[in-house]
């Protein structure tokens, strides 16, 4: 317990001073917004490390190892299954709310317009293949140095932590907590859900701490299935990567809160029901597979 208040309170300490300072220095709008977001990623390995300096605890366990031996599903999973998931998601909302699709992809046209750019004819769906592209190939691969920054604390020290003392579902509900309840100070600035809607930021805060759970169930089955963070952190910069590529086809303004994106209800929807299945199948034993 002394450990996991260490490695909690630095985490806490480190990324939300960060915060609170771009709040205070124009928020989501400073320039430099994305590099301080980039750097509050590594802020729960980092607190992982100093924690373990601090109690002499050592590196032996710190899940680096892939044990990709018997997981390779595990890590198939991991890399192309957010992307897919998210597909769903965004299909499904955009069935139900047909007058929000937009094939010509008009709005993204106008935003490069407007930004002064100039497109050939045919080169916006060739700009969107590739970004299609790079998100379910490459992201999960380049993302990898952030998402682990996050995964070496949340799925690599808090779970195996936490399922010390608790089950591995009660461990999964606390952990997703504490996720959620980390990114409260970015989701008060408007990160993912705005700012001008009803009960903000609470009702964003807890949005978020909502698709922690289902989401942390998905990343936390794949980091107990294969001792090691790496897999988690595969399929969370498979979610970054892949996570906005609904706007493309969307027209008008959409409640965040519902899709096309992923943390909305309906654009998240198959995330949702596959954290869910991951929540109910985490306290199965592993089954075995022959060689």
């Not at 139900?96 to 992809?105: A, G, H, K, V």
């Not at 106008?110 to 050939?120: K, T």
């Not at 964003?204 to 089955?221: H, P």
């Not at 906005?244 to 654009?267: D, E, H, K, R, V």
Request: hydrophobic share 55%.
């Amino acid at each position: 317990m002394k450990r996991l208040a260490i490695f909690l309170g630095l985490t806490f300490f480190l990324t939300w001073t960060l915060e609170f300072a771009l709040m205070a220095n124009g928020g989501l709008a400073n320039s430099y917004s994305i590099f301080v977001l980039s750097a509050v990623m590594l802020m729960p390995a980092i607190s992982v490390v100093i924690t373990r300096l601090i109690t002499k605890e050592g590196f032996k366990d710190f899940g680096l190892k892939p044990h990709v031996r018997g997981n390779v599903r595990y890590y198939l999973i991991a890399w192309f299954g957010p992307a897919l998931l998210i597909a769903l998601g965004a299909v499904i909302y955009f069935l139900l709310f047909p007058s929000q699709f937009d094939p010509t992809m008009s709005q993204m046209a106008s935003l490069y317009a407007a930004q002064g750019v100039s497109l050939p004819e045919g080169s916006l769906l060739t700009i969107f293949i590739t970004q299609l592209a790079l998100g379910i190939f490459i992201s999960p691969l380049i993302n990898i140095i952030t998402t682990s920054g996050e995964e070496i604390g949340w799925r690599g020290y808090l779970l195996p932590k936490l399922m010390e003392m608790y089950s591995p579902r009660v461990a999964i509900v606390i952990s997703g907590i504490i996720w959620g309840l980390w990114h409260a100070p970015i989701i008060a600035m408007g990160h993912n859900y705005g700012t001008g809607y009803p009960t903000a930021p609470w009702g964003g805060i807890l949005a978020m701490v909502l698709f922690c759970l289902f989401i942390g169930s998905f990343f936390s089955l794949l980091a107990i299935r294969t001792k090691s963070f790496l897999p988690a952190s595969i399929a969370h910069g498979s979610l970054n990567g892949f996570a906005a590529i609904s706007i493309w086809f969307t027209l008008g303004t959409p409640s965040p809160f519902i899709g096309p994106l992923p943390t909305g209800i309906i654009g998240g929807i198959g995330l949702i029901v596959v954290g869910a299945i991951c929540f109910v199948r985490v306290g199965e034993p592993k089954p075995i597979v022959s060689e």
